[in-house]
């Protein structure tokens, strides 16, 4: 028999009803499911059933999330160099970044996990693995810069108040790493917004004095010149096309790669794990809005009224969000119809708030949270006509 | 899919004991009319729907009572009949031809039907009861494909029996007021030569665009049409048997497949045969299912079941409970999927299905696989909400008894969410429940 086989057969027991660990049976179940498949067998019609599970569902999204990791641990690391003024060398730097961004990965799955298991436990619902995803969402949305106990916090109310005090994975209306992020963002915002945030520092001292952390995409454009092209302030800043849609820039750890996420959202989409309705609307969404800015831009109006509508779709995590935030089914829309409209809605109020709003840059993470508390709406609207197009059978 | 039937038939003689099993007729409250040890010819009545005495069920078999078996709460689940040696004593009915049925008023015909006990063959949508022999339907719908994994093939078991075929649309005629909608697919109107001269409609698609109610409600035009009745192509010959020949029908077509049916091929069995009879329990391992019926609706047995009476198939399948070794991880080129999740999407060979859950029981995420292979487009994962909520207005309005209870929803669900027995389930409360209402 499998050795591994054997060490879960053995340690079952302890988790049985009526033993000490009998509470933490989701805990186990869990972490059985990664080594095997359930060998249980249906009880009734229909005989056979489908091969996926949910494990393998957001398996999948995570296998996904992976390069966004590494490339986040690699950006940090050079990022870090350049401001600190240090050659660009591909080892240190790697591990430099790997250093400030596993303890971040490592304490968001302790913290969401850990949560996890206590609701199960107490609120006796199985684990479910969204909470895998959640957990590797939401480090690659903080700065580098994060303190510890500030993601650990950040995890917590995510996964406490965005989703378990609700009844858990599936009953969530908002999505959880964005909820914890929020929380961060309005809770402590000195270490989640300005300048400084996105670059970590490398080594302290005498030459951090010196470092000159460089500004994001979205503080640049702002800055423009009254009458000039925030695109051409921003490849002066150092962002050209190529620089922002690669992701070498400083912004959240793993949010800064548009090619990362597109292959990303061009997987899942394939699989049919991500919904192409959302993503279409979230794309058409910005672009329709950034046209209508540029057509009512005026010579002096801010520089974001002519800023080019694509580049709204590389800066500032936009790509990301888009990808991997507004495609969690739970908190979107529960109809196909309505998926469309709620993609497209996230798309405008991306925009409107990165361009009105000056104070919150990040128009992407409110954007979905408030969009999210509207998917119930949207999906009424989807589901009453829906329902008059039916020959009523009652 | 592996497991398909051949088209060949195979005779087989007539078994020593043969089963009625009451509790596998839906809806209906059965009283017993025999007891144990009772003698009975073919065609006597066994028991008959407390809800309608009218409704009788006679017996497929000659000879004696030998076992009533009960299940839970007194239902009665099989009347298993010994079977006479040699000749079976046969109780015979009025004949009836082409002339005689043209002549017939509607009352008269629906009596010979009653009297003969097949009134069982016709079922009413949306609840799939028996129909009220009062109420004229407003349409009939007549099924012969057979999409369903795995039912006998209409080209094998019409072969030869376009005549009786066209004599059964002639009685349905008579029965409704409205059309006899007779469908198939393209590719059994091609096979099927006469039978399929008469086709009024032709379905595309997967199982289950060849269920009666996904039929009905693509072709629908008004809320009354919903209360049309459906027969079964099988079913309808054996209705024309007896009215044709006066003589009870104790023989029908079996498929029998599955990725782990020792042969697979059609069968020319009695009514009610034992299921040993059409595989041998001794080229199995003993851990299969058996499965009375398609893989998607049947009902799980053994090799000690017997047909029921609406079933025509018999499959098996595996039904080891072996957990698989790092399953999530697996790419999956042999395992079938709806989703596009797993490489066998790309594997044209046939793919074995057995009757693993490959999951767990989770929340529902929203993943719309439910609402993609809805065939009448319900939204089943907002139904089944509605029905832990007890919204009874929301699930009718959103549809549940359009529900044909294909129990696709439930085999698509990653968190494997028993979806299409909830419908079940709700629909029968409701049907009890207007059931209720009228008396």
């Given at each position: 028999m499998n050795p591994i086989h054997k060490f879960f057969l053995n340690q079952h027991k302890h988790f049985q009803p009526g033993r000490p660990l009998a509470r933490l049976a989701p805990f186990f179940e869990s972490m059985e499911r990664v080594f095997f498949g359930p060998g249980t067998v249906t009880g009734q019609s229909p005989h056979p059933r489908d091969s996926l599970s949910v494990q393998r569902y957001m398996m999948l999204v995570i296998l996904m999330l992976l390069p966004c990791l590494f490339f986040g641990m690699y950006n940090v690391g050079l990022q870090a160099f350049k401001a600190a003024g240090q050659p660009p060398s591909f080892w240190p730097m790697l591990l430099f970044g790997a250093k400030t961004v596993l303890p971040l990965v490592i304490i968001s799955y302790l913290f969401g996990f850990g949560w996890e298991i206590v609701f199960s436990a107490i609120r006796k619902h199985p684990i479910s693995e969204g909470v895998f995803v959640t957990s590797m969402l939401f480090p690659l949305i903080l700065p580098p810069t994060t303190p510890w106990w500030q993601a650990a916090l950040g995890i917590s109310f995510g996964v406490v108040i965005g989703k378990e005090v609700f009844g858990g994975t599936g009953r969530n209306f908002l999505n959880p790493a964005l909820t914890g992020r929020a929380f961060l963002y309005f809770a402590y915002p000195v270490q989640m917004s300005g300048d400084a945030v996105w670059t970590a520092v490398y080594k302290t001292g005498v030459q951090a004095v010196d470092a000159v952390s460089a500004a994001t995409p979205l503080a640049v454009i702002p800055a423009t010149p009254a009458g000039g092209m925030a695109e051409k302030t921003l490849a002066a800043a150092g962002y050209d096309l190529g620089t922002l849609f690669l992701g070498f820039y400083p912004d959240s750890i793993g949010a800064s790669s548009t090619l990362l996420c597109l292959i990303g959202a061009v997987v899942l989409i394939l699989l049919g794990v991500a919904s192409y309705r959302i993503i279409v609307g979230d794309i058409l969404g910005i672009l329709a809005m950034g046209y209508l800015l540029n057509l009512l831009a005026g010579p002096d109006s801010a520089p974001y009224y002519s800023l080019n509508p694509w580049y709204h779709l590389l800066v500032g995590g936009s790509a990301f969000g888009i990808a991997f935030m507004t495609t969690d089914p739970v908190s979107a829309p529960h109809t196909h119809g309505a998926r469309y409209v709620y993609g497209f809605l996230i798309g405008i109020l991306t925009v409107l708030i990165r361009v009105f709003n000056p104070a919150y840059p990040e128009g992407i993470m409110l954007a979905i949270l408030f969009m999210n508390v509207f998917a119930p709406l949207l999906d009424q609207v989807a589901v009453g006509l829906q329902v008059r197009r039916r020959i009523p059978n009652v | 899919?592996?497991?398909?039937?051949?088209?060949?038939?195979?005779?087989?003689?007539?078994?020593?004991?043969?089963?009625?099993?009451?509790?596998?007729?839906?809806?209906?409250?059965?009283?017993?009319?025999?007891?144990?040890?009772?003698?009975?010819?073919?065609?006597?009545?066994?028991?008959?729907?407390?809800?309608?005495?009218?409704?009788?069920?006679?017996?497929?078999?000659?000879?004696?009572?030998?076992?009533?078996?009960?299940?839970?709460?007194?239902?009665?689940?099989?009347?298993?009949?010994?079977?006479?040696?040699?000749?079976?004593?046969?109780?015979?009915?009025?004949?009836?031809?082409?002339?005689?049925?043209?002549?017939?008023?509607?009352?008269?015909?629906?009596?010979?039907?009653?009297?003969?006990?097949?009134?069982?063959?016709?079922?009413?949508l949306p609840f799939r009861d028996l129909p009220d022999p009062e109420r004229v339907p407003p349409m009939i719908l007549v099924?012969?494909?057979?999409?369903?994994?795995?039912?006998?093939?209409?080209?094998?078991?019409?072969?030869?029996?376009?005549?009786?075929?066209?004599?059964?649309?002639?009685?349905?005629?008579?029965?409704?007021?409205?059309?006899?909608?007779?469908?198939?697919?393209?590719?059994?109107?091609?096979?099927?030569?006469?039978?399929?001269?008469?086709?009024?409609?032709?379905?595309?698609?997967?199982?289950?665009?060849?269920?009666?109610?996904?039929?009905?409600?693509?072709?629908?035009?008004?809320?009354?049409?919903?209360?049309?009745?459906?027969?079964?192509?099988?079913?309808?010959?054996?209705?024309a048997q007896l009215l044709r020949q006066g003589r009870c029908p104790t023989r029908r077509i079996v498929a029998v497949g599955g990725a782990a049916a020792p042969v697979r091929q059609h069968y020319d069995v009695r009514l009610g045969a034992p299921l040993a009879q059409l595989a041998d329990p001794g080229r199995l391992t003993g851990t299969e299912r058996w499965i009375v019926g398609g893989l998607l609706r049947g009902y799980a047995s053994s090799a000690e079941g017997f047909m029921g009476l609406y079933e025509t198939s018999l499959n098996i399948v595996p039904a080891d409970e072996a957990?698989?070794?790092?399953?999530?991880?697996?790419?999956?080129?042999?395992?079938?999927?709806?989703?596009?999740?797993?490489?066998?999407?790309?594997?044209?060979?046939?793919?074995?299905?057995?009757?693993?859950?490959?999951?767990?029981?989770?929340?529902?995420?929203?993943?719309?696989?439910?609402?993609?292979?809805?065939?009448?487009?319900?939204?089943?994962?907002?139904?089944?909400?509605?029905?832990?909520?007890?919204?009874?207005?929301?699930?009718?309005?959103?549809?549940?008894?359009?529900?044909?209870?294909?129990?696709?929803?439930?085999?698509?669900?990653?968190?494997?969410?028993?979806?299409?027995?909830?419908?079940?389930?709700?629909?029968?409360?409701?049907?009890?429940?207007?059931?209720?209402?009228?008396?």
């Open positions: - | 899919m592996v497991g398909a039937p051949a088209d060949a038939v195979n005779r087989l003689p007539d078994p020593d004991r043969i089963a009625l099993l009451p509790d596998r007729i839906p809806h209906i409250k059965p009283r017993l009319l025999v007891a144990e040890g009772d003698p009975v010819a073919i065609g006597a009545p066994l028991f008959e729907d407390k809800r309608d005495e009218r409704f009788k069920f006679l017996s497929p078999a000659g000879g004696t009572v030998q076992r009533i078996q009960f299940g839970p709460r007194r239902s009665v689940k099989a009347i298993v009949i010994a079977r006479a040696r040699g000749e079976e004593g046969e109780i015979r009915f009025p004949l009836l031809d082409e002339q005689g049925l043209a002549a017939m008023e509607r009352a008269q015909l629906i009596h010979r039907i009653l009297e003969g006990g097949l009134w069982w063959v016709l079922r009413a099924g012969l494909a057979a999409k369903e994994p795995f039912l006998p093939s209409p080209s094998v078991y019409l072969k030869d029996q376009a005549a009786l075929l066209g004599f059964g649309l002639k009685v349905l005629g008579k029965l409704t007021a409205g059309p006899v909608v007779l469908f198939s697919d393209a590719r059994s109107r091609a096979e099927l030569g006469p039978a399929g001269a008469m086709l009024t409609h032709v379905v595309e698609g997967a199982y289950p665009s060849d269920d009666p109610g996904a039929v009905l409600y693509h072709i629908k035009r008004n809320a009354a049409e919903n209360h049309a009745w459906f027969v079964s192509g099988a079913d309808l010959l054996l209705l957990p698989d070794f790092m399953a999530l991880f697996n790419p999956g080129w042999g395992r079938p999927s709806y989703s596009r999740t797993f490489l066998s999407r790309l594997n044209p060979q046939p793919l074995v299905y057995g009757c693993k859950l490959h999951g767990d029981r989770r929340a529902c995420i929203a993943c719309l696989h439910c609402a993609n292979v809805c065939p009448v487009r319900m939204l089943p994962h907002m139904v089944y909400k509605a029905i832990l909520a007890e919204e009874v207005e929301e699930y009718l309005q959103l549809g549940l008894l359009d529900c044909v209870e294909c129990g696709l929803c439930a085999y698509v669900c990653p968190s494997k969410i028993e979806l299409s027995q909830t419908f079940i389930a709700a629909r029968r409360a409701y049907a009890r429940e207007q059931a209720h209402k009228r008396e």
